[in-house]
Nanobody, 115 residues
């Protein structure tokens, strides 16, 4: 049973922005650092952001300076703000705990960057 629900994806032109949201149960959200992941077509899922329980973030070089992440512990919600999106950001975006658990994956939210 999926523990995370992602939303906010869509179609955006290159250079555009989107904000994704992720909700989880309180028990999970409070206990773990969290991560955003994406799976591009034909590729493996990879991490695009991590957020510790107190909000410290980390990003791979591919998105650093374009993506920011935050969490609202009171609302059990995490956000991914994506700016200056590029076609290579096209993927399904997921959230999970920082060491992903197979039984936590949700459906993800698709992001398509295209003109």
């Amino acid at each position: 049973q999926a523990q995370f629900v992602e939303s906010g994806g869509g179609l955006v032109q290159p250079g555009g922005s989107l904000r994704l949201s992720c909700t989880a149960s309180r028990n999970i959200f409070r206990a773990f650092a969290m991560g955003w992941y994406h799976r591009a077509p034909g590729k493996q899922r990879e991490m695009v952001a991590t957020v510790t329980k107190n909000g410290i973030t980390n990003f791979p070089d591919s998105v650093k300076g374009r993506f920011t992440a935050s969490r609202d512990n009171a609302e059990n919600t995490m956000y991914l703000q994506m700016s200056n999106l590029q076609p290579e950001d096209t993927a399904v975006y997921y959230c999970n705990v920082i060491i992903p658990r197979d039984d936590y994956w949700g459906q993800g939210t698709p992001v398509t960057v295209s003109s």
